[in-house]
């Protein structure tokens, strides 16, 4: 079973309005990041298909595309793939937000 992570800035203050990260925020950092493109729909292709309208930022790992799913203030990650873990460190620290598991 694969680890979700979370990265919030909710864990910094009483007031979690004023520090959601936006998702204009989100579009201004990733589109500053090459291996990053925008989605509003994220398939999932397997024996079925299931499409997900979302806002997606889609990181490019060689041939996988691993989401990075902006919802309600924070962004949401699968570590399934060992490789998210460093990433989603950076992204973290870059948009001065923490990390949760969970």
Known sequence: MSQRYRIT????????ALLAITLEECKQYF????????????TVKGTTSMSIDGD????SLGDVQIPFRHYQGDIYVSGTNEAVIPKLMEVASELRADIVEG
Request: charged residues 25%; without cysteine; negative net charge.
């Open 9 to 16: 800035r909710t864990m910094q203050g009483d007031d979690a």
């Open 56 to 59: 997606f930022f889609m990181w």
């Open 31 to 42: 589109a500053e990041k090459p291996d990053f493109t925008y989605t509003s729909v994220f």
